[in-house]
């Protein structure tokens, strides 16, 4: 081609409609390319812990040390990771298809991780317990919206579970008369109270793994009360492990 040749229009149309083509087909093997990773590694976790062993030394068979596993176990016959103490410390990082509540096991204790897309720093502290038994507590700092919706339902049901127990030993305690109709209204507030917590939870999240698994929890459970829910759920949650153990409770409490 000559210095300064201009190529026909239709040509240069041409050209160009194929580097379109291209760029295009090239994007669209990209993104099947990362559908896996998003359909099965949506939730990316980290989970960090530390070791106070003030009360007995690190140097009690007790104690953990550098050195012991430390495992991470997924219901359901899921996998299960192994890690070692180092530097008095562990960590494990993973990725999940879904929110999921494993179970780190160390020793003779363990503790519940709420798991979702979130950072997670457990600092187990030895505590003396009944008896003179020494154990350890288990702290942890997140900011899992899983965690905190878990922490947020269950404490206030414990609470009005607590003040539930205290008005009915009162009323077994009272005599006919004012006080004790006091005790009895302010029961049956309290009871609806309990039985609004979940509700409101229920309708805030519904269709969520996280909700189906935190609703077997519920003291007020029964099928009459959480079949719709359960009937709404995405076919995924329906199919995971926490939407059939939800199924098969609510089949057992079927009238």
């Given amino acids: 081609m000559s210095p300064g040749h201009i190529l026909p229009l239709a040509r240069t149309h041409s050209l160009l409609e194929n580097k379109l083509i291209m760029k295009r087909y090239a994007c669209f093997v990209n993104l099947l390319l990362l559908l896996p990773l ?16 003030s009360k007995l030394g690190d140097a009690h068979p007790y104690s953990f040390k550098d050195g012991d596993s430390v495992k991470l176990e997924f219901p359901e016959a899921g996998p299960v990771y192994t890690t070692v103490v180092k530097n008095g410390r562990f960590r494990f990082e993973g990725d999940a298809s879904t929110p999921s509540v494993p179970m780190l096991n160390l020793k003779k204790t363990g503790a519940k991780v ?19 038994k020494v154990g350890y507590s288990a702290e942890v700092e997140t900011t899992s919206p899983f965690y905190h919706l878990w922490r947020s339902v269950f404490e206030k049901s414990g609470a009005l579970e607590r003040k539930r127990r205290e008005l009915q030993q ?21 009871e609806r109270n309990l039985s609004d917590l979940f509700l409101k939870a229920a309708a805030d999240h519904k269709g969520t793994y996280e909700m189906t698994y ?42």
């Fill in 170 to 190: 009162l009323i077994e305690k009272s005599g006919p008369g004012y006080e004790k109709n006091a005790y009895l209204e302010e029961l049956a507030m309290v």
């Fill in 38 to 53: 998003f359909s099965f590694a949506q939730y990316h976790y980290i989970i960090e812990g530390k070791f106070d062993n």
């Fill in 114 to 132: 709420f798991l979702d897309s979130s950072r997670y720093i457990y600092t187990f502290t030895q505590e003396e317990f009944e008896k003179g």
């Fill in 214 to 255: 935190i609703l077997t929890g519920d003291p007020n459970f029964s099928y009459d009360r959480y079949i719709r829910f359960y009937n709404e759920l995405p076919d995924s949650v329906k199919n995971s492990f926490y939407g059939q153990r939800l199924y098969k409770k609510l089949m057992a409490e079927k009238k």
